[in-house]
């Protein structure tokens, strides 16, 4: 079992590096569209949540619909601490590792305050719960005005004229506008390197015994509690856990973008049910499955648009295939069935 466990965490690490590599190799060649490099942060920035949101819905067994917020929270912490310090810390790469670091912690903290109350609640009351605080964070960032003059930090939730800036004050978040002058530290390389970290920081826990009391939890909670695992602090690890890889792809999607905002195509409901597609498809419990997905299915679109009047229909079609092959009794079977064959035919020979 170990070794079986072993193999898959290399297999998935070398798909990684190996779709890295490829991508490297048109991009050096000029083989691939301005469209598709565009897509590149993207898809880690995805990749990441879908990872973040599988370890609590597939390992913890607790439906999040809010993942979206924790995201915008790492993505405007990581975003503000970027613009702020632009005149005391010159280097970029310098600002975007600290706010890497300040992203995550921040979507750590709202994480775990969060789920000290809400994950008293199970099944549709926690998804709904979660579904309001991503909610609430992005409308109360919708309606925030900072700004900065000799006289220090103004905040306002009605307008930027109400910050009564100095002649020369610098308002850092405009309300709707969002935050503007982020600079454009994200890329390729560090967008796989955050990815294989989260799969290595998911993985490691998973197969620790941490993770076995996390699964314990998800599969009986009242068997576990009875044979003394404390069960509120393995919910608020893996959550916490779940919500700081979602707080590091926003950060990893804030810088790169020129204006960050809070609009609900970025950050709201129907973002959540995207990533939380990619986990279904991917499969619940499968990390590789959960990058694969948000690779497909955020590429897709892009690549169909050639076909104005019928991508949408090819892309839906696409959607129920996937959902057949990874769960339906049939499919699953066959799968099984062309695996002994595989595995049959290499010990003949």
Not at 115 to 131: E, F, Q, S, W
Not at 289 to 302: D, H, Q
């Amino acid at each position: 079992m170990k070794n079986k466990k072993l193999k898959n965490k290399i297999t998935t690490f070398l798909i990684v590096i190996a779709a890295y590599a490829i991508v490297e190799i048109l991009l050096l060649t000029g083989n691939m569209s301005s469209l598709l490099q565009g897509l590149l942060v993207p898809l880690c920035t995805y990749s990441l949540c879908a990872v973040g949101l599988n370890l609590c819905v597939g390992y913890l067994g607790e439906l999040s619909l809010g993942h979206a917020g924790f995201m915008c929270i790492g993505a405007f912490t990581g975003a503000f601490f970027s613009v702020t310090t632009a005149d005391v810390i010159q280097s970029d790469t310098v600002r975007f590792l600290l706010a890497l670091v300040i992203g995550t912690a921040c979507a750590a903290l709202f994480g775990f305050l969060i789920a000290i109350p809400v994950l008293r609640l199970n099944g549709d009351y926690l998804a709904i719960v979660t579904l309001a605080f991503g909610e609430i964070i992005k409308n109360v960032i919708n309606v925030l005005y900072v700004g900065k003059d000799s006289q220090g930090w103004h905040v306002s939730i009605n307008s930027q004229a109400e910050l009564g800036l100095e002649p020369g004050g610098v308002t850092y978040i405009n309300g709707a506008q969002g935050i503007t002058g982020t600079p454009h530290s994200s890329n390729f390389t560090i967008g796989v390197i955050l990815v294989l970290i989260a799969l290595f920081v998911v993985y490691n826990l998973t197969d620790s015994r941490t993770g076995r009391a996390i699964m314990s939890i998800r599969d009986n909670q009242i068997a576990a509690e009875s044979v003394g695992i404390n069960v509120k602090k393995y919910k608020l690890l893996g959550f916490t856990v779940s919500t700081a890889i979602a707080g590091t792809a926003g950060v990893l999607y804030a810088h790169n973008l020129s204006t960050l905002t809070a609009l609900p195509k970025n950050f709201g409901y129907n973002m959540s049910i995207m990533i939380l597609v990619f986990v279904v498809l991917g499969g619940i419990g499968n990390f590789r499955g959960s990058v694969i997905a948000a690779c497909i299915l955020t590429l897709l679109p892009e690549l169909l648009r050639g076909l104005s009047d019928y991508r949408m229909l090819i892309y839906a079609v696409v959607l129920i295939a996937m959902m057949l092959f990874n769960w339906a009794p049939d499919a699953i079977f066959f799968r099984e069935q062309i695996v002994a064959k595989f595995k049959k035919g290499g010990r003949e020979v």
